[in-house]
């Protein structure tokens, strides 16, 4: 069965501060694609980064940057310069089958900004 | 650019009672459609996709349906609500490998 595991149930973190998400997931296949969402207490879903698995270069957008690292099966989500509408909760979330394939969801992290 | 709205925003339903939730994509065509369903501080299940007109995936079995009427418009129905039906619905599309989410649609069975 593919997996995914976010082994950080809660975090926080000092605003301007800088903070890591861990996600860890399991899988076969050689192509795929990850992706962080970010859930505030709005609860709409937003998409933060992705990541295409045949690409060495980890993906940056602003802020937020991953480290990814596929013999490992690890995909961490770091966010510098933390600010306090980064609190929410962040699901990482591999595809896998291509464009047909579905997202799976870990169970989320919920951060905490802390001013 | 590419909107999805869903509606209601927020519904109250009694057991036993028919649901129709309604989700529609703007700026995008034969766009990949999802229903996920939410429980209280979980992660996301994904209920049902379609990739075209009238074509229709079911990944958990239930008593809820999907259907796909026109191109952009995704309906999620039951017959009867159960209590277990309760939970936060996310409608949400594709037309690559990102999916892209409606802002939901809180549904409430007593």
């Known amino acids: 069965a593919q997996t995914v595991t976010q082994s950080q149930p809660e975090m926080s973190v000092q605003e301007a501060e800088t903070v890591t998400l861990s996600c860890t997931y399991d899988t076969s296949e050689n192509n795929y694609y990850l992706f962080w969402y970010k859930q505030p207490p709005s609860r709409q879903m937003i998409l933060v980064i992705r990541?295409?698995?045949?690409?060495?270069q980890n993906a940056t957008e602003n802020r937020f940057s991953v480290n990814f690292q596929k013999a490992a099966k690890s995909f961490s989500l770091k966010i510098s310069d933390s600010q306090l509408g980064d609190t929410a909760m962040y699901f990482c979330?591999?595809?896998?089958?291509?464009?047909?394939?579905?997202?799976?969801f870990g169970k989320g992290t919920k951060l905490s900004v802390k001013p | 650019s590419q909107t999805i709205h869903q509606w209601p925003a927020t519904l109250v339903q009694p057991v036993g009672s028919p649901l129709s939730l309604e989700c529609t994509v703007e700026?995008?065509?034969?766009?990949?459609l999802y229903w996920y369903r939410q429980a209280a501080g979980r992660g996301l299940q994904l209920l049902f996709y379609s990739v075209g007109i009238g074509q229709i995936s079911s990944e958990v079995p239930q008593n809820l349906s999907a259907s796909r009427p026109q191109d952009r418009q995704f309906i999620l129905s039951s017959k009867k609500l159960l209590l277990s039906d309760s939970g936060f619905y996310l409608c949400?599309?594709?037309?690559?490998?990102?999916?892209?989410f409606g802002p939901g649609t809180r549904l409430t069975v007593l």
């Open positions: 700026g995008t065509s034969n766009p990949n």
């Open positions: 949400a599309w594709s037309s690559g490998q990102a999916q892209y």
């Open positions: 990541q295409e698995a045949y690409k060495q």
């Open positions: 979330a591999p595809l896998y089958g291509g464009s047909q394939g579905n997202l799976i």
